[in-house]
């Protein structure tokens, strides 16, 4: 069934708090894909993010960042007194730093009350926090905060040794690690509520799944032996691409690699994990950088770029046929973008995954005519571009003259003749044969070089702070393309 989609990061939405949450204002969300006929609305990974403050760095592959939490819910609830004053509203950037630091004392002050009232023996908030995942995602963060912040692997050595000793914690420490796990229940109560109210819409979420977890995380401290590690904890070899479209020293993600034949000996139980809780959270799940199942880029950590690492095998059929198993029901998206080899494209049609194409890629100016690449629309999912790449209207106005002539040429023979460029474009992937075809939100507001949500190879701001600051441009600017995104439902 061919569905229409948009992109857009959760943190993204409009708040009174500088970030956006899972209240109020993601119900209006819904109600406007709603009426504008989205079937599918795609975000980037919800997890506390870490390094960078990138998604893809995060402290957790199951635990919700606490940024997202409604305070606005918290008082409905009785957990709050008050609302607070709006602190950044209508901010066109995400400053990480100070919406946390704002919104700590208001979540702390939510615990203090959920403790005096005892609401700890509620038997839904026994049962989430009975989870293994949620104890040690807790004293992960207790034990982080008790040494200073620093990554786990230089921590004081009984801390380190926590996941494997399971020792008695000092009261302070466990008092934080319970505040996190109450933390950790607030997001997934209120994700479930929103996610609950995009299926009763119609709305499917397409959640992201990174291939790889950061380094500092509860993953690798609480899974040493899922990752190739020296004795402290250190990757011995380290993630990437080589060198590509965005960089010439190839891209250094510093994420640990895993240790396939530990994994294999006890039936992958990692991304079973993984995997099978991400089920719970969305509809559909991306994964990113697909192509690590067939093959990876194997870095030595002591090499300062990717230039020096080498392709690897992985056990991609084994790992699949297992999610397959356990999973029946999981519906993946693969990530195949990139200069690939003619293996990562059998194993995605082997289970029948949904690959993707992106237009400010397909669509080439070299010849004499401008033309699309894109021709196999069959299980496929088209996009104007992605969170790593311009915006369509960076791109466009990155091409020459001749280039931007070309491009309206080719679309005017597609029947495509009214409205502006950005316009036509739009209605370009619109009418795809696409199964799927999905649309940045920057794109649909025409945004240029200031709607780059990231750029590859580069770390901390202006990545992942971009913001939508209110509603009303959006919801002109969708009304346009209503007819053509409700069609593909």
């Given at each position: 069934?061919?569905?229409?989609?948009?992109?857009?990061?959760?943190?993204?939405?409009?708040?009174?708090?500088?970030?956006?949450?899972?209240?109020?204002?993601?119900?209006?969300?819904?109600?406007?894909?709603?009426?504008?006929?989205?079937?599918?609305?795609?975000?980037?990974?919800?997890?506390?993010?870490?390094?960078?403050?990138s998604p893809y760095q995060p402290y957790s592959s199951c635990a919700g960042d606490e940024?997202?939490?409604?305070?606005?819910?918290?008082?409905?609830?009785?957990?709050?007194?008050?609302?607070?004053?709006?602190f950044r509203e209508n901010e066109k950037r995400l400053d990480y730093d100070a919406v946390?630091?704002?919104?700590?004392?208001?979540?702390?002050?939510?615990?203090?009350?959920?403790?005096?009232?005892?609401?700890?023996?509620?038997?839904?908030?026994?049962?989430?926090?009975?989870?293994?995942?949620?104890?040690?995602?807790?004293?992960?963060?207790?034990?982080?905060?008790?040494?200073?912040?620093?990554?786990?692997?230089?921590?004081?050595?009984?801390?380190?040794?926590?996941?494997?000793?399971?020792?008695?914690?000092?009261?302070?420490?466990?008092?934080?690690?319970?505040?996190?796990?109450?933390?950790?229940?607030?997001?997934?109560?209120?994700?479930?509520?929103?996610?609950?109210?995009?299926?009763?819409?119609?709305?499917?979420?397409?959640?992201?799944?990174?291939?790889?977890?950061?380094?500092?995380?509860?993953?690798?401290?609480?899974?040493?032996?899922?990752?190739?590690?020296?004795?402290?904890?250190?990757?011995?070899?380290?993630?990437?691409?080589?060198?590509?479209?965005?960089?010439?020293?190839?891209?250094?993600?510093?994420?640990?690699?895993?240790?396939?034949d530990y994994m294999k000996g006890n039936g992958y139980r990692f991304w079973v994990d993984?995997?099978?809780?991400?089920?719970?959270?969305?509809?559909?799940?991306?994964?990113?950088?697909?192509?690590?199942?067939?093959?990876?880029?194997?870095?030595?950590?002591?090499?300062?770029?990717?230039?020096?690492?080498?392709?690897?095998?992985?056990?991609?059929?084994?790992?699949?046929?297992?999610?397959?198993?356990?999973?029946?029901?999981?519906?993946?998206?693969?990530?195949?973008?990139?200069?690939?080899?003619?293996?990562?494209?059998?194993?995605?049609?082997?289970?029948?995954?949904?690959?993707?194409?992106?237009?400010?890629?397909?669509?080439?100016?070299?010849?004499?005519?401008?033309?699309?690449?894109?021709?196999?629309?069959?299980?496929?999912?088209?996009?104007?571009?992605?969170?790593?790449?311009?915006?369509?209207?960076?791109?466009?106005?990155?091409?020459?003259?001749?280039?931007?002539?070309?491009?309206?040429?080719?679309?005017?023979?597609?029947?495509?003749?009214?409205?502006?460029?950005?316009?036509?474009?739009?209605?370009?992937?619109?009418?795809?044969?696409?199964?799927?075809?999905?649309?940045?939100?920057?794109?649909?507001?025409?945004?240029?070089?200031?709607?780059?949500?990231?750029?590859?190879?580069?770390?901390?701001?202006?990545?992942?702070?971009?913001?939508?600051?209110?509603?009303?441009?959006?919801?002109?600017?969708?009304?346009?393309?209503?007819?053509?995104?409700?069609?593909?439902?």
């Amino acid at each position: 069934m061919r569905k229409s989609g948009i992109l857009m990061p959760l943190s993204s939405l409009p708040s009174d708090t500088g970030v956006g949450e899972l209240g109020r204002n993601a119900c209006r969300w819904l109600d406007i894909l709603k009426e504008n006929g989205v079937g599918i609305w795609q975000i980037l990974p919800l997890n506390p993010v870490g390094y960078g403050n990138s998604p893809y760095q995060p402290y957790s592959s199951c635990a919700g960042d606490e940024l997202y939490i409604s305070l606005e819910l918290l008082c409905e609830e009785g957990l709050l007194k008050e609302m607070p004053s709006p602190f950044r509203e209508n901010e066109k950037r995400l400053d990480y730093d100070a919406v946390r630091k704002f919104k700590e004392p208001y979540l702390r002050n939510a615990y203090q009350n959920f403790t005096d009232k005892k609401m700890q023996a509620n038997t839904k908030y026994q049962e989430f926090i009975s989870q293994e995942w949620v104890r040690e995602y807790g004293v992960f963060r207790a034990l982080k905060s008790a040494n200073n912040g620093a990554c786990w692997n230089e921590w004081k050595q009984e801390d380190k040794e926590w996941p494997e000793k399971r020792t008695a914690l000092q009261p302070e420490v466990e008092d934080e690690a319970q505040y996190q796990m109450f933390l950790q229940y607030l997001f997934y109560t209120q994700w479930m509520n929103v996610k609950k109210a995009a299926n009763e819409k119609g709305i499917e979420i397409m959640g992201d799944v990174p291939f790889y977890v950061g380094v500092d995380s509860v993953d690798v401290w609480a899974g040493k032996d899922n990752f190739l590690l020296d004795t402290d904890g250190r990757p011995v070899f380290i993630a990437g691409v080589p060198p590509d479209y965005f960089s010439a020293t190839g891209q250094r993600w510093g994420n640990p690699i895993y240790d396939w034949d530990y994994m294999k000996g006890n039936g992958y139980r990692f991304w079973v994990d993984r995997i099978g809780y991400s089920s719970r959270l969305f509809d559909i799940i991306r994964i990113d950088h697909f192509r690590a199942f067939d093959t990876f880029w194997k870095i030595p950590a002591s090499c300062p770029t990717a230039v020096d690492g080498e392709w690897i095998e992985a056990p991609g059929y084994e790992v699949l046929d297992t999610l397959k198993r356990k999973i029946p029901d999981v519906n993946l998206v693969a990530e195949d973008l990139g200069d690939l080899r003619p293996e990562v494209l059998e194993l995605k049609n082997h289970y029948h995954l949904k690959g993707m194409k992106i237009l400010v890629f397909s669509i080439k100016t070299d010849g004499k005519y401008a033309y699309d690449t894109a021709q196999d629309m069959e299980n496929t999912i088209i996009y104007t571009g992605t969170h790593d790449n311009d915006t369509l209207m960076e791109w466009y106005q990155g091409l020459n003259v001749a280039a931007k002539r070309k491009v309206r040429i080719f679309l005017k023979k597609q029947g495509i003749k009214d409205g502006s460029v950005k316009d036509r474009l739009l209605s370009y992937i619109l009418r795809s044969k696409a199964e799927y075809a999905i649309i940045p939100m920057a794109d649909i507001l025409g945004q240029g070089k200031e709607g780059h949500i990231n750029t590859p190879g580069t770390v901390g701001s202006p990545n992942w702070e971009w913001r939508m600051p209110h509603f009303r441009e959006a919801e002109k600017e969708m009304a346009k393309y209503r007819n053509l995104m409700t069609f593909r439902k």
